[in-house]
């Protein structure tokens, strides 16, 4: 009779333990067809858009508004064309740093080519900066000062999500 017994347990259990996984199954399923929010921005909608932030907390004119998407996406361009530029140079260096016959001068001249164009950058940031300066007035450059310092610090590489 306790063979029996703990036949009928041990049937118990197993079935138990297959219905726990196919719960667990279908959970995470149905966890994985959610679609989420990047965790980067918070759930307001207003908070995706840079140029609404800045609108908001800075209280930009219209017309202010005009003049910074005109100078952010003017910017951009000249950023994607420099990057580029960078990326092509990095992409020949490569080449040449691993192939057969390697010319030191030819890696130096890309090194500093690279150097070069990454200076551009920064001082297209700077010009950015100053364009965007110039369209504020005295009591929104105040506000635009702490402003700037929270999107930094909010957009630093240890502030970031993990991504999968």
Not at 38 to 57: A, F, T, W
Not at 96 to 121: G, V
Not at 145 to 158: A, C, G, S, T
Request: hydrophobic share 35%.
């Amino acid at each position: 009779m306790d063979l029996f017994y703990q036949k009928k347990f041990a049937v118990r259990i197993i079935v138990f333990l297959v219905l726990l996984n196919l719960g667990l199954m279908v959970f995470l399923v149905w966890q994985k067809g959610k679609k989420q929010d990047p965790l980067l921005y918070p759930r307001n909608e207003s908070y995706r858009d840079l140029s609404g932030v800045l609108k908001r907390e800075l209280n930009l004119s219209d017309v202010q508004v005009l003049q910074f998407d005109h100078i952010r996406a003017d910017y951009y361009k000249k950023e994607l064309e420099l990057k580029q530029q960078i990326k092509d140079a990095k992409d020949s260096m490569n080449e040449e740093m691993f192939s057969i016959q390697t010319d030191d001068n030819k890696i130096k001249n890309l090194a500093c080519t690279i150097s070069e164009d990454e200076y551009k950058m920064e001082l297209l940031r700077y010009q950015q900066a100053k364009a965007l300066k110039s369209v504020c007035k005295e009591e929104q450059l105040k506000k635009f000062e702490k402003l700037v310092k929270e999107i930094r610090d909010y957009f630093r590489p240890d502030n970031q999500p993990i991504r999968k």
